[in-house]
């Protein structure tokens, strides 16, 4: 059974930085596309990063510079490194796996979703 498990999200001041965690199991990523989404109440979902299995990352332009996408293969985990928070950032943030096309757009099916971690940054 596919697993996605979220991880790390909290409260920071803007400016701070968290690491957002996401444990999979029940599959091995190592060839999968690999992505975090993020998601405010009222709002669409929107894609964040992605990561190919050739480990090409994709930025969406406000976190550019900001954050990183990253994968550890042996512990099935992928992650977000958020640097310079800012109150925009407060979301719930979601990660997701695909086989095939690897793009935000492809992420609306035959893809495996978590159930999402809360980030608030706030004064």
């Known amino acids: 059974q596919v697993r996605l498990v979220e991880s790390g999200g909290g409260s920071v001041q803007p400016g701070g930085s968290l690491k957002l965690s996401c444990a999979a199991s029940?599959?091995?990523?190592?060839?999968?596309?690999m992505a975090w989404f993020r998601q405010a109440p009222g709002k669409e979902r929107e894609g964040v990063a992605i990561i190919s299995s050739g480990d090409s990352a994709t930025y969406t332009d406000s976190v550019k510079g900001r954050f990183t996408i990253s994968k550890d293969i042996p512990r099935n985990t992928l992650y977000l490194q958020m640097n310079e928070l800012k109150p925009e950032d407060s979301d719930m943030y979601y990660c997701a796996a695909r086989r095939g096309a690897c793009s935000f757009n492809f992420f609306w099916k035959d893809s495996y979703w978590g159930h999402g971690t809360h980030v608030t940054v706030s004064s």
């Open positions: 029940g599959f091995s990523f190592d060839n999968y596309c």
